[in-house]
């Protein structure tokens, strides 16, 4: 069974800056994490999901969407088994719910939702004066 995870906080002002973790449990499952590209998306409210970072399953290559480029960094540890996006220069507009979510592949695709299998619960992040 695979379990994805995001933890971190949820509410900063403009301006600042927060980092989000998303922990892979793979236990029992067969699945070995750095096999797996991950990605983070996010849902802003009244809106559809959107793709936001990727990152390759070994960590040399990494995806993002035009709005976060140059703000945002995906990274990821491949002995803990973990995720991360630190976030810079945060406006209202990224307010949204961030997901994490795992891709069966070691490339981390286009960036489109249904190339991800699994997915987190999701993570309130609050950009707000």
């Known amino acids: 069974q695979v379990q994805l995870q995001e933890s971190g906080p949820d509410l900063v002002k403009p301006s600042q800056m927060l980092s989000l973790t998303c922990t892979v449990s793979?236990?029992?499952?067969?699945?070995?994490?750095?096999?797996?590209?991950m990605g983070w998306f996010r849902q802003a409210p009244g809106k559809d999901r959107e793709f936001v970072a990727a990152i390759s399953g070994i960590g040399t290559s990494q995806y993002y969407t035009a709005s976060v480029k140059g703000r945002f960094t995906i990274s990821r540890d491949n002995f803990k088994n973990m995720v991360y996006l630190q976030m810079n220069s945060l406006k209202p507009e990224d307010t949204a719910v961030y997901y994490c979510?795992?891709?069966?592949?070691?490339?981390?695709?286009?960036?489109?939702?249904?190339?991800?299998?699994?997915w987190g619960q999701g993570t309130q992040v609050t950009v707000s004066s």
């Open positions: 979510a795992a891709r069966p592949a070691e490339h981390y695709g286009l960036g489109y939702e249904f190339e991800y299998d699994l």
């Open positions: 793979c236990q029992s499952s067969g699945r070995r994490f750095s096999s797996n590209a």
